[in-house]
């Protein structure tokens, strides 16, 4: 099994997540944010990665803290699952329809963190959750995971229809990429030899 588990404590945050690539999407996610929890929980469930994730965060503050160190846990702890990356599919992309809305996602594992983010929102908050804080955690995710990450709205106009098709199109690539590829072997998916820079 490829596992990776992180415990991240700062003066504003306490976080412990763990992950398994090589689960059934099983979870078990507290943030003490339930939108942030809802769209992890569709992460978890939908790339087929088992998440344990618990965030202790200053929220008597604000949002972000909480928001960008779990984005950092979870990267940091999907990174250290992947090793060394040997014969994973490392590209990956998908589709997600919900109802009006689709999004898209592509991304490449490949060392070199990077967000292109083109999905606008109409609405301050889903929840409880500040709707500026989603570009956040995906910009903090794919920099600690070391991913290429290109997610864009291709159109709708529920802003939760809007959220949760972004990650789920997150998941489904992710699922794809992190699988190993048969035909690769242990080989490294690359012609440098490493992934990473």
């Given at each position: 099994?490829?596992t990776?588990?992180?415990?991240?404590?700062?003066?504003e945050t306490?976080?412990?997540?763990?992950?398994n690539?090589?689960?059934?999407?099983?979870?078990n996610?507290?943030t003490g944010?339930?939108?942030?929890?809802?769209?992890l929980?569709?992460?978890?469930?939908?790339?087929?990665i088992?998440m344990d994730i618990?965030?202790?965060?200053?929220l008597h503050?604000?949002?972000?803290?909480?928001?960008?160190?779990?984005?950092?846990?979870?990267?940091?702890?999907?990174a250290?699952?992947?090793?060394?990356?040997?014969?994973?599919t490392r590209?990956?992309?998908?589709?997600s329809?919900?109802?009006e809305?689709?999004?898209r996602?592509?991304l490449?594992?490949?060392g070199?963190?990077?967000?292109v983010w083109?999905?606008?929102f109409?609405?301050?908050?889903?929840g409880e959750?500040?709707v500026?804080?989603?570009?956040?955690w995906?910009h903090?995710?794919?920099?600690?995971?070391g991913?290429t990450?290109h997610?864009?709205?291709?159109?709708?106009s529920?802003?939760?229809?809007?959220a949760?098709?972004a990650?789920?199109a997150?998941?489904?690539a992710?699922r794809?990429a992190?699988e190993?590829?048969?035909?690769?072997?242990?080989?490294?998916?690359?012609?440098?030899?490493?992934?990473?820079?």
């Amino acid at each position: 099994m490829r596992t990776g588990e992180i415990h991240r404590e700062t003066k504003e945050t306490d976080i412990r997540v763990r992950v398994n690539l090589d689960g059934t999407g099983a979870y078990n996610i507290s943030t003490g944010i339930g939108f942030f929890d809802h769209m992890l929980e569709q992460l978890s469930r939908h790339s087929l990665i088992d998440m344990d994730i618990a965030c202790k965060g200053d929220l008597h503050i604000d949002q972000h803290h909480t928001t960008e160190d779990v984005g950092i846990a979870i990267g940091e702890a999907i990174a250290k699952a992947l090793g060394d990356k040997r014969g994973i599919t490392r590209y990956g992309e998908a589709h997600s329809p919900m109802d009006e809305t689709l999004t898209r996602c592509a991304l490449d594992i490949s060392g070199r963190p990077f967000l292109v983010w083109k999905v606008p929102f109409t609405t301050a908050k889903l929840g409880e959750w500040d709707v500026e804080m989603i570009e956040h955690w995906f910009h903090s995710f794919a920099g600690s995971a070391g991913l290429t990450l290109h997610v864009e709205l291709l159109y709708g106009s529920n802003n939760h229809h809007i959220a949760e098709s972004a990650y789920k199109a997150l998941a489904r690539a992710l699922r794809t990429a992190v699988e190993i590829d048969p035909r690769k072997g242990d080989a490294i998916p690359s012609t440098k030899g490493t992934l990473g820079g």
